[in-house]
């Protein structure tokens, strides 16, 4: 609502300064006038009482005198004589009977009056005093009310003469301290407002009105200078307004041309392009894409045709061969690869071509994609590949004609170097051992250049296994040890015997441990050489650094920068006094690291060097560019069951006659009963006729090769059961293994080794016993069958509890365990029976269908010996691990079946 306007109100400040400051002075005046005559009235009246008390005292005294004389007459003239006193209004004398004796004045209603007062009339003689009546008197208070008429007067004149003074000194003072200030303020704002000049305000004071003065002149200033930079802002303005309507003319004429260029541009790709908005509808794409995809369906590529529309209409058409067979499942997939764009694609067309897909999202979640013809660089591919297999099968052959001749050379020097001892000739055993390293250090050069080969080609293979360590170190420092010895050096091997097992190649290991301390040998006359092995933390759980220390001649910084390239040495003088071909330690890398870990070195010249082997305890094998296989499965090591004879008969198929020869008088003088084929279609003669012991097979062999044999001699019931050594120089022990040999050795022959593996397939002396934990009773079964018909006991349980009450009543030679089980899965049965030591040495095999974490595998770190994983497209793989398994844990045989 509003508000009703008042009806009386002031307009100036000077008004309402009067009208706060006028009632203030006037109620201050009345209040001390008003004080003053309060504090006269009171004395006036004090005055007053006084008088009448002394007058009562005095005229009581004075009457005693008359009263007791009885003169009347006296007593009327004394109160006469007090009647003259204005003030007094009335007076009266009583008897001692109280009777009424003489008066003057008003004697009725005195003692009513306000000041009245009486007192005894005694008189006093011989000492004693007698009440003989009593004094009255009355007084008035005219007198005193006169007094306060012509006080209240004079304090109206003097209130209305200091009320005026007052009125008038505000007055001059609120003209002289905020009156002037003001006008000239407003004068100031006044002429601000229309438009004028801002004139500062000319007032100077300390007060409050010169604060606020100062600070408009301040606020004035300040805003003539944002006046000013206002009008200098918006005159720059207008002027960037035109310039930039001038430069936005220019850049949407730019704009155009660059669309223009930009269209020209994608139309000009000489691959396929096409950007799909976040709605997936075609916003552009060039004649090439539709040509490319879509011939004969351009018309429904324009802009705003949606993707799914397109590639039905392609799908329909016939024009993806990936979509001919189920259309429906293949447009579902690029639908999917198209929303969320990765890895480049390829599809193969109808007509023969291949288009490469690349498609990448944008900021605003549209779809950007390049299509290119790949048809001639697939074919390129294809003849590339074709050209590596010709290379590949090049460097077999190179690796057969070059290693065969060498082979034969060392084995036949090896061979008459014993005669030489047995006859007692020393003079031909030093130049047949040199003859014998001659060899072997050849031999050594081409393997290490066909290594590289491999490795460059990215087909070498990695063949993980699960082996002793310490055993493998202790193994290549005896090899290296005469080396040192004849540079005078001290060879030190510092490897705990609880070092533990390793899950890595072996051969390859082994290799970079010979070359590693071959080196340190090599370039350290009469110092020191030592091995140090450890266990060391790894991100998975533990890893094994191999240290070899020499004090030999050292590398500068410039040397390590170049020592792990291919054919290269410290330099050429090393070259020429130390010899080699500069690819051992570039090749050891490589093998290090492929398996997931690294050689390091640390030197300086003159002062030894120190090269760090780190690997972790599961390797991770890598071929380079593909990931390595594992280590191939082998069959069961299937005893020797033929008939019973002093000495085991071995065939040996080799096509080269210096290999068989060897071979013959190599087991031969291990006692053997040794016969040899030619080729493999001698070999499968003798072999089904003979049924011999064992069978050394050499691969590279006119008409029916090694794999061909090996094919024959297994599918044949009467022959399958007969051990299988490959004895050769292609490295391909997977494909051996797949094809059901017992063992693969590659060429040279090494005579111990090989007369431990014949010595495997002896009858044994006792049945092996294995214990399998798993919940899955058709894996049980398939494990008992396998196990059953290796000739081993087997002994079941359906879960980790059963299974340690299974353990009282057996001693088990291996383990199989399933990780995940009811009741007690196989973890916990791992921790429970590293509580047994009795089963410390037990083999375990985890037998697991689960993708096992780096936790998992910190868990079982150390406690089990091989992890098999169960996959439903590997059961061939996964029964050939078991053989192995078998294989390598049936206890061995006695020395007396050697013969």
Known sequence: MDQKPRKFYFRSLRAKFLAVVTPLVLISTIFVFGLFEFNAQREAEDRLNDKLEKLVAIQSAVVAESMWNVADEQIKLILKALAIDPDISGAAVYDDQDILV???????????????????????????????????????????????????????????????????????????TIGIPLERLLSSINSARGGGERVPVDWISRDEIGVVVAAFNEMQKRQQADEAALRKARDELEQRVEERTRELAEATLAAKRAQMQLSHAIESISDGFSLYGPDDRLIVCNRRYRELLYHGIEDIVVAGASFDEIIHSAAEKGLIKDALDAPEDWIAERIAQHRNPGDTHLQERADGRWIRVSERKTDDDSTVAVYTDITELKEREQEAEEANRAKSQFLANMSHELRTPLNAVIGITEMLMEDAEEFGQEDFIEPLERISRAGKHLLNLINEI???????????????????????????????RPMAEKNGNELTVDCPDDLGAISADQTRMRQIILNLLSNAC????????????????DDLGSAVSIAITDTGIGLSAEQIDRLFEEFSQADSSTTRRFGGTGLGLAISRRLARMMGGDIEVQSALGEGATFTFRLPRIAIASSGEDDASPLPERPPALPINSARRDNPRILVVDDDRASRELMRVMLAK???????????????????????????????????????????????????????????????????????????????????????????????????????????????????????????????????????ERLDGCQPDLIMLDLL??????????????????????????????????????????????????????RSELLATIREIIAENTPQPSQEAVG
Request: charged share 30%.
């Open 821 to 874: 089980m009811p009741e007690m899965d196989g973890f916990q049965f791992l921790e429970a029976l590293r509580q047994r030591h009795e089963y410390g040495r037990v083999t375990i095999v985890v037998l697991t269908a689960a993708n096992l974490t780096p936790e998992d595998h910190r868990r079982l770190n150390g406690g089990v010996t091989q992890i098999v994983q169960k996959t439903d497209t590997g």
């Open 522 to 537: 090599k370039f350290t006359e009469k110092g020191q050489v030592v091995l140090m092995a450890r266990e060391v933390p």
């Open 102 to 176: 003489a008066w003057t004045g008003k004697v009725e209603g005195l003692e009513q009056e306000q000041f009245f007062a009486e007192k005894e009339i005694v008189y006093v003689y011989d000492d004693s005093r007698e009440v003989i009546g009593r004094l009255a008197i009355a007084l008035t208070d005219a007198q005193i009310l006169a007094a306060a008429r012509q006080r209240l007067t004079t304090a109206g004149i003097l209130g209305a003469l200091l009320l005026g003074a007052i009125i008038f000194s505000t007055l001059i003072a609120n003209r002289r």
């Open 450 to 480: 066909l290594d590289l080969s491999k490795i460059e080609a990215g087909k070498f293979e990695m063949h993980i296994e699960s082996f002793d360590l310490p055993s493998l170190i202790h193994d290549a420092t005896t090899t290296v």
């Open 670 to 804: 291990q006692g053997y009963d040794v016969v040899t084929a030619v080729d493999g279609r001698e070999g499968l003669e003798l072999a089904r006729r003979m049924k011999p012991s064992a069978i050394t097979l050499d691969v590279v062999m006119p008409e029916l090769d090694g794999w061909e044999f090996l094919k024959e001699i297994k599918s044949d019931t009467e022959t399958a059961a007969i051990p299988v050594i490959m004895a050769t120089m292609t490295e391909e022990p997977d494909r051996g293994f797949a094809l059901g040999a017992s063992e693969y050795m590659t060429k040279p022959i090494d005579r111990e080794k090989m007369k431990a593996l014949l010595s495997k397939y002896h009858p044994q002396d006792r049945t092996p016993e294995v214990l399998v934990v798993e919940d899955d009773p058709d894996v049980r079964d398939v494990l008992r069958g396998i196990f059953s018909k290796s000739g081993w006991d087997v002994t079941e349980a359906e879960n980790g509890n059963v299974g340690i």
